[in-house]
């Protein structure tokens, strides 16, 4: 339910100006490639090894606490890959030079003024186009990210998702809206024109024009209330689509309830869908030290910095 977009960030200028668009290249066939049987060669791999991240600043601030965020623990747990933070620059230099063919995209973004629906938009826009693993800025990788996905499936596997709330092991949710089951977007790793991502774009553009037309305004003139954030851009709506796309893949999935309890990663076709502790360290072995929970080691630590997204 919370998306970290941007929060207590505080320093100087020239910092936050290095570290918005620090994009590394994948070492494609350098010495640091992993290479061998247990990492796989690019070439042979759905999802490229990239990183990304947004930081679209606070009205009123100007740069980024580098300590606030976990730059160097993602660089440093995954050699080889590449790394980029996006700040408001840079997304929209991406977003206006990579959908020439479908202007309503770019429209679309540029009509955004919240930096929730930007940032969310933006994620699925970015994975879709470019594929990578995309992760919020106040998110902390524990585990190399080669080790995300077991390496014997590796080669198969199109788009990683984890549960952000599972009513199983969580409790029912306190507010009306969360369902049992659902799909986080704080992390999200994706081949590039995966058909969830592509399925997601374009509800993300019918979900944010409908809150619009039942307004009678404008997008860039529309009010959106948390809700409408949730179920247009957010989790409430990323659930739906990952929900519907793997229910039309695997005919026994009735819905996200089949994920209730989910205890080990599930595979349905090229997309595994993994256990609520494995990207909210809070309900794992942050550490594996425990050998009995070894396979409930969490993958990602979300400090949750954002804050409620309307107050971003
Ligand atoms: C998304 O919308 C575009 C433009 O309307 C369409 O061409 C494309 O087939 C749609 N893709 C999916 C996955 O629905
Ligand atoms: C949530 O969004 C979907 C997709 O735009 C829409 O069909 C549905 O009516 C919305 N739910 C509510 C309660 O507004």
Not at 85 to 92: F, H, K, T
Not at 151 to 165: F, T
Request: glycine share 6%; net charge negative.
């Amino acid at each position: 339910m919370w998306i970290a977009i941007a929060a207590t960030f505080c320093l100087l200028a020239s910092e936050f100006a290095s570290l918005q668009f620090r994009q590394q290249r994948p070492a494609a066939e350098s010495a640091e490639t992993p290479v061998g049987s247990i990492h796989p060669p690019a070439s042979e791999i759905p999802i490229p090894r990239q990183i990304w991240q947004i930081f679209f600043p606070p009205p009123g601030v100007k740069t980024l606490d580098k300590g606030s965020t976990y730059a160097s623990d993602w660089v440093s747990m995954a050699p080889g890959y590449g790394y980029a933070v996006l700040g408001n620059e840079e997304a929209a230099a991406f977003v206006d030079g990579s959908f020439a063919s479908r202007p309503e995209i770019a429209a679309t973004f540029h009509a955004l003024k919240n930096p929730a629906l930007k940032s969310d938009f933006l994620r699925y826009l970015l994975l879709w186009h470019r594929g990578g693993t995309y992760s919020d800025i106040d998110t902390r990788p524990l585990v190399p990210l080669e080790d995300w996905v077991p390496a014997g499936k590796r080669r198969e596997i199109g788009l990683v998702v984890g549960l952000e709330w599972d009513a199983a092991r969580d409790g029912h949710y306190a507010d009306p809206w969360t369902p049992d089951v659902q799909f986080c977007q704080w992390t999200i790793a994706a081949a590039p024109n995966h058909p969830v991502l592509a399925r997601m774009v374009n509800y993300t553009i019918a979900a944010l024009s409908y809150v619009a037309r039942q307004q009678g305004r404008t997008l860039d003139q529309a009010d959106f209330s948390d809700f409408q954030i949730l179920n247009s851009t957010g989790p409430l709506a990323w659930t739906d689509v990952v929900s519907e796309s793997i229910r039309e893949r695997d005919p026994q999935v009735s819905g996200f309830r089949d994920f209730l309890g989910l205890r080990s990663p599930r595979y349905i076709g090229d997309i595994v869908v993994l256990p609520v502790e494995k990207f909210r360290a809070e309900f794992a072995d942050e550490w594996g030290l425990n050998i009995w929970r070894k396979n409930r080691r969490a993958l990602v630590r979300h400090y949750y910095n954002g804050g409620w997204k309307r107050d971003d």
